[in-house]
């Protein structure tokens, strides 16, 4: 995937997750939790979630997945 559909295919993942909250605000809300719970440092690194993550998703988890692993990449090198 080049960078353009990667960042393509973002914005649409992101401009369905926005649907969803709008259509179902209070499932979504609890999956933002659980997910917000499951991306912290335990057992496992951020890092290391995001690429098994990576490695085992759809094309639209991965490219959410691929953004948050730049992300926290960036965070890691104290460029926020």
């Known amino acids: 995937m080049s960078d353009g559909q990667y960042k393509t295919k ?15 605000p209070e499932p979504m809300k609890a999956f933002q939790s659980l997910v917000t719970a499951a991306s912290k440092d335990g057992a496992l690194s951020v890092r290391h979630k995001e690429l098994i993550a990576i490695a085992t998703r759809c ?7 691929v953004d948050a692993r730049k992300a926290s990449r960036r965070h890691a090198r104290g460029s926020h």
């Open 10 to 24: 973002l914005q649409q993942v992101r401009a369905n997750a926005a649907r969803l909250y709008k259509a179902a």
């Open 59 to 65: 094309e639209g988890c991965i490219v959410h997945h």
